[in-house]
């Protein structure tokens, strides 16, 4: 059974940095595309950010060159790395695994910007 559990999410300063994983099992991660969404009270779910299975990562225009997306394949889990956070990062955070039609979310991690 797939299995996507993220964390590293909680209260950040704007300006500060965090980073979020998501731990997987159940599935040969090396083979999948994965992304960050994100979802803000109120707001439809977003993309954040993906890194394909060959290593090609790209970003959000809202958060290139302040996040950064990457992944162990060895340990199976992936990272987001997230510097400069601004109020409007605040939101809850999934990781998402894709390949072939095949999809797994994971049940995601708060992230709160404030001071």
């Known amino acids: 059974q797939p299995q996507l559990v993220e964390s590293g999410g909680g209260l950040v300063q704007p300006g500060g940095s965090l980073t979020l994983s998501c731990v997987t099992s159940?599935?040969?991660?090396?083979?999948?595309?994965m992304d960050w969404h994100r979802q803000a009270p109120g707001n439809q779910r977003e993309w954040v950010s993906t890194i394909t299975a060959r290593l090609s990562t790209d970003y959000a225009d809202s958060v290139k060159g302040r996040f950064t997306i990457s992944r162990d394949n060895t340990k199976k889990i992936l990272y987001l790395q997230m510097n400069n956070v601004k109020p409007e990062d605040a939101a809850t955070y999934y990781c998402?695994?894709?390949?072939?039609?095949?999809?797994?979310w994971g049940q995601g991690a708060q992230v709160t910007v404030s001071s």
């Open positions: 998402k695994a894709e390949y072939g039609g095949l999809i797994h």
């Open positions: 159940g599935f040969t991660f090396e083979i999948y595309d």
